[in-house]
């Protein structure tokens, strides 16, 4: 799935002073998901003899080398044909779509890699950072259950849990709702991590039941003001201007979240957040109510978010309007608005069925089976050795 946080200034942007959290705790990235620091889930397995351990200097005569070492890449084609055999016992259709299109993410702050033309004729095209839109065209054409593991690809993301080029696992399921979804997220988690290390039952939270219990405040009904001041009573900087904007709330939501939230969540047993502030839909429904919520949820081990899902909006003219107020919000940040899907919104139009979805970063997954701290260890070649 597609993540759409925050406004065109990020709580990526804020600076911890001395009283902020450790240096082990999270912090805020481009997409306003957390970022843990290597310190935070130590490597338990040693490393192989033929590369550096992760303290050394690599000179250009040894970067050819992998940095995960075959014990582990043996582990991460063990979990693959795991998830495989989870999704075909349970009659659920493998596909393949394009990683190329003309459309792009119009999410603020994802940015898509572009492929430039080579050729008379040629037109611009994206990597894709998602293969939701394709894998919804199919669920409009009739079929049914599906799940894809492909390459995704993001510019700008790198660091501990962060590659431009990262493998994800996404599926849908017609005829179900978030928390039916959520229960077998949970089972594929727990199938895949449980089996290695001790994992406790998931456990369910809402996200104004974790911002009540981790941070003090209602997130659905605190404004700007109140969050900024709370930002800096706990010792964070956040950039000049941030919370003038009724558009920052989002922003200043992304920073205490990732600081104060998200690194107590998971901690022994899996915690699935669900029941998100409206503004955060992104491409969920929006559940009427005193205050509304999307019908989003994420999935999160040890203070990691793992996976990211939705009751899925399926009006093409709401979701029509929220491409358009992206590209908005993309201008508005200085930066160009993108092409819409629009044999997406066709297919909208058509009819995708009721339905959940959700998206899986199966190298967090693998690296927490690993019990490995950085994303690099479980990756043949990380992008600066691509």
């Known amino acids: 799935m597609q993540r759409a946080e925050g406004s065109g200034r990020t709580a990526k942007d804020a600076v911890a002073t001395p009283s902020s959290p450790s240096p082990g705790s999270p912090f805020c990235t481009a997409r306003g998901q957390s970022e843990e620091h290597p310190s ?3 490597s338990t397995a040693q490393p192989p003899v033929d590369r550096p351990t992760p303290g050394d200097i690599v000179s250009a005569h040894d970067d050819w080398r992998p940095t995960a070492s075959f014990e582990r890449l043996r582990l991460r084609a063990r979990i693959l044909r795991e998830v495989r055999a989870f999704f075909e ?24 890699l572009r492929v430039a033309p080579d050729g008379p004729g040629s037109r611009r095209r994206y990597l894709h950072t998602s293969p939701e839109f394709p894998m919804k065209r199919l669920l409009a054409a009739g079929a049914g259950p599906i799940f894809q593991i492909c390459r995704v690809f993001r510019e700008g993301e790198a660091g501990a849990l962060h590659n431009p080029e990262f493998t994800l696992l996404e599926w849908y399921r017609p005829g179900w709702d978030h928390h039916a979804l959520m229960q077998e997220l949970a089972e594929l988690a727990g199938a895949v991590i449980a089996s290695r ?58 920073l205490l979240s990732s600081h104060l939230v998200q690194p107590r969540l998971g901690i022994g047993r899996p915690c699935l957040l669900y029941d998100y502030p409206a503004s955060q839909a992104a491409l969920a429904r929006v559940r009427a109510g005193d205050p509304p919520v999307a019908e989003r949820f994420e999935l ?47 297919a909208l139009e058509a009819g995708v069925p009721d339905c959940a979805g959700v998206a899986l970063g199966l190298d967090r997954l693998i690296m927490l089976a690993a019990g490995a701290g950085r994303i690099d260890e479980v990756l043949a070649f990380p992008f600066e050795r691509a």
Do not use: K
């Open 300 to 346: 999160f081990v040890d203070g990691i978010e793992l996976a990211n899902g939705f009751h899925e909006l399926t009006d093409a003219g709401e979701q029509g309007r929220r491409f358009a107020a992206e590209n908005e919000r993309r201008r508005a940040a200085g930066h160009a608005p993108v092409p819409i899907d629009e044999r997406f919104l066709a």
């Open 89 to 112: 016992a349970r009659g659920v259709l493998e596909v393949e779509t394009p990683y190329l299109s003309v459309a792009a993410a119009t999410e603020p702050h994802l940015y898509s």
């Open 197 to 254: 290390r001790p994992l406790g039952e998931p456990e369910r939270v809402t996200y104004r039941e974790a911002f009540e219990r981790h941070a003090g405040i209602d997130p659905l009904r605190v404004g700007p003001a109140e969050l900024l001041g709370r930002a800096r009573a706990l010792g964070l900087a956040p950039p000049p201007g941030l919370g003038e904007r009724a558009d920052d709330r989002d922003a200043l939501l992304d």
């Open 40 to 42: 935070e889930s130590p």
